[in-house]
């Protein structure tokens, strides 16, 4: 039978696989160890990470935000979020890091591993990992670490006879699969759970995920990064050890609105869905964005500008700093102050709020 369009000339623009994304968000969070989140902005230029503060070395513990060039010279790097008992806020530089803390940070990716330091993490890349459910997710993990860490040895668990079959047959040497349920500590010993640095959760019940995150903890694994479905289950996720948490509704819907929001931002990156969103925007002639240095052209509350990308280079902004026509941000932006943050971008300079 003959089709309306062909291959090549389906009227879509954009095609978005939610297993794909996600697993693009565990492999990044791979490669940052001690980071609960990250993501490259500004063609990877910018470095985007979250950080727990639950290290005494941490640098910054107590600490206003204003005094950060004082105790880490030449940080490039700016605080842009701040989760504090279940509460995240676009911090002031009067605020304070407390212990305890999750905090997003925008940096230079040369700086990550300084950066790292500084909050009091000095982990190494995983080279021994798990993943618990060999659905689309753990199988589309598995073949990029394969792809793109061919060091790293790959143990997948999975619950399904046929399913653990098919995959075997698909992965081949990239990994060795076991067939049995997570949950069985005598499974999790025949994966040598014990041995591995990270574990990774990713079946379809989110139940599993959390419960087989906390066996593998405390069978001696010692990172576990878990995909979890349900909102709610994310509070308790530090108090039970559980290291990441993986949202594949926040990274989807990242990863829709870089096609639908303001023509002037070019992509943004959803922190927690109820809060708001780290964009990536270019500044337009004429905004308000451009008509002074950033400290003295009242920048909405809500709305932090982490960086400014001028051609290949990268400005940890402070308040003398100038925004160019042109010029890409990476900013925070509150779900309060989208709409004033989009007029500021858009060149609309009546509101001065």
């Known amino acids: 039978s003959r089709t309306l369009y062909g291959a090549d000339q389906l009227p879509i623009d954009v095609v978005i696989s939610p297993e794909v994304e996600v697993a693009n968000g565990i492999a990044r969070r791979l490669r940052t160890p001690g980071a609960f989140d990250t993501m490259p902005l500004a063609d990877g230029k910018v470095q985007l990470i979250g950080i727990h503060c639950d290290n005494k070395a941490c640098v910054f513990i107590g600490r206003q935000l204003r005094d950060v060039p004082g105790i880490l010279p030449d940080p490039h790097m700016i605080v ?5 008992d279940g509460e995240a806020f676009v911090p002031k530089p009067d605020d304070r890091i407390q212990m305890g803390d999750d905090v997003y940070v925008v ?11 500084a909050f009091g993490h000095e982990e190494r890349v995983a080279r021994r990992v798990v993943i618990i459910g060999g659905g689309n997710v753990g199988l589309n993990l598995a073949n990029m670490l394969a792809r793109e860490a061919p060091y790293v040895r790959v143990k997948i668990i999975e619950n399904l006879r046929e399913r653990a079959e098919f995959i075997s047959r698909d992965l081949g040497e990239k990994a060795v699969v076991l067939h049995g349920d997570a949950l069985d500590t005598d499974v999790l010993d025949e994966a040598n759970i014990g041995s591995a640095e990270t574990v990774v959760a990713v079946t379809n019940d989110d139940e599993t995920n959390i419960f087989s995150s906390v066996l593998a903890k405390r069978m001696g694994c010692k990172r576990a990064i878990t995909l979890v479905n349900k909102s709610s289950y994310e509070p308790i996720m530090p108090s039970l050890g559980i290291d990441a948490v993986v949202s594949p509704n926040a990274i989807t819907i990242s990863t829709i609105l870089r096609h639908v929001r303001h023509r002037s931002v070019t992509a943004l990156y959803t922190l927690r869905e109820e809060f708001g969103e780290v964009i990536e925007a270019q500044a337009q002639e004429g905004s308000k964005l451009t008509s002074g240095p950033l400290g003295t052209i009242g920048l909405p509350d809500g709305f932090l500008i982490g960086a400014v990308v001028r051609g290949n280079e990268v400005e940890i902004p402070k308040g003398e700093t100038h925004v160019r026509p042109g010029d890409s941000i990476i900013a925070m ?11 500021v971008l858009a060149g609309d300079k009546s509101d001065r709020s």
């Open 80 to 84: 842009v979020a701040v989760i504090r």
């Open 107 to 117: 940096t230079e990716p040369s700086r990550v591993d300084r950066v790292m330091t």
């Open 333 to 343: 932006v509150t779900y309060k102050a989208l709409r004033k943050a989009e007029a």
